[in-house]
């Protein structure tokens, strides 16, 4: 067998294109762009046509003022290293979801506020006005901040769809938040509980918790499935992984535990994919039973979904 060296190539001229290719490499001078991000992924489940799009981005300092509040100091730096995060900060995505019936297009939580979540949509190819139905999973802020624009409904054409027991709890807790945005909009509202249609194809399914009527969909569609659970886990090692870690942004803590260890478990069980509001854009992935020490394990997507 032939010893490869570097001598032996440039010996036998084997290197020569790769000596220029190195040497026009250096020459080049393109200037740096920046960090970069895909802002939507598309796929089909069945018949319906599902489109994540990135409603926000943004960095948070001490993840575990967040996440794991009830484990050691040790315990949360063991974990974080053992996959590879940094405990100085944790990166936040924010993902509305568009589901395409064919009928309806339905959007799954408007983001931060309605700038930015237009830009998503449009970058999907999507106008504000194509939406019929918009869905709050819940009802805290980077869920709700986009229903409105400048005063008047973000989403002209649409109707509104919410959890019944969520929607009782925020319109008597006096927040801003839905006092400016969701209240305008009851008139045009239906409420929905555990096992109730939005659509042909997409039930809600309660998992309370993070919030008091916190909801997740399951979307079916020609033998095909999906889960948006939204934010009941907001961090595929931080808390899907590990269910009994208390959120800071969870209202009911040993509540949203069991609804973690109830959804992601029917999640794993039926091995169909699950799109998750928090979770690495695009967003998109499947759940299976955790190993070393965890209860679950994020697998995200990787083409499966592409044909």
């Known amino acids: 067998m032939t010893n490869l060296t570097r001598r032996?190539?440039?010996?036998?001229?084997t290197a020569l294109p790769f000596?220029?290719?190195?040497?026009?490499?250096?020459?080049?001078?393109?200037?740096m762009k920046g960090a970069s991000f895909a802002s939507h992924r598309r796929f089909m489940i069945g018949d319906f046509?599902?489109?994540?799009?990135?409603?926000?981005?943004?960095?948070?300092e001490n993840p575990q003022g967040i996440f794991g509040m009830n484990v050691s100091e040790e315990e949360f730096a063991t974990v974080s290293r053992e996959n590879f995060l940094s405990t100085d900060a944790s990166q936040f995505f924010f993902t509305p979801t568009l589901v395409n019936t064919g009928s309806e297009l339905v959007l799954f939580d408007t983001g931060l506020n309605a700038a930015a979540t237009l830009s998503a949509i449009e970058g999907a190819g999507y106008t504000a006005d194509q939406v019929d139905i918009v869905v709050l999973t819940h009802m805290h802020g980077d869920h709700i901040g986009g229903l409105m624009n400048g005063g008047a409904p973000t989403f002209a054409n649409a109707r509104y769809v919410a959890g019944q027991v969520e929607y009782d709890h925020w319109a008597g807790a006096g927040n801003d938040g839905f006092e400016a945005n969701v209240r305008p909009l009851a008139d045009q509202m239906t409420f929905v509980g555990d096992g109730n249609d939005v659509v042909s194809g997409i039930t809600g399914m309660a998992a309370f918790g993070h919030t008091p009527g916190h909801m997740v969909y399951r979307i079916d569609s020609a033998d095909k499935g999906l889960v948006i659970?939204?934010?009941?886990?907001?961090?595929?090692?931080?808390?899907?992984?590990?269910p009994d870690w208390e959120v800071r942004f969870d209202a009911d803590k040993a509540g949203a535990a069991a609804s973690r260890k109830n959804?992601?478990?029917?999640?794993?069980?039926?091995?169909?994919?699950?799109?998750?509001?928090h979770m690495p854009f695009p967003a998109v992935g499947y759940v299976d039973t955790g190993k070393n020490g965890a209860d679950f394990h994020w697998v995200p997507e990787a083409g499966q979904l592409m044909s």
């Not at 032996?8 to 001229?13: D, H, I, K």
């Not at 659970?229 to 590990?242: G, I, Y």
């Open 229 to 242: 659970f939204a934010d009941l886990a907001n961090h595929p090692v931080w808390s899907l992984a590990r």
């Open 8 to 13: 032996n190539l440039l010996a036998t001229g």
């Open 263 to 277: 959804v992601l478990g029917m999640i794993a069980a039926d091995r169909v994919p699950a799109i998750g509001y």
């Open 19 to 31: 000596a220029g290719l190195a040497a026009g490499a250096a020459q080049a001078d393109a200037p």
């Open 49 to 60: 046509e599902v489109t994540t799009i990135l409603g926000g981005t943004t960095p948070r």
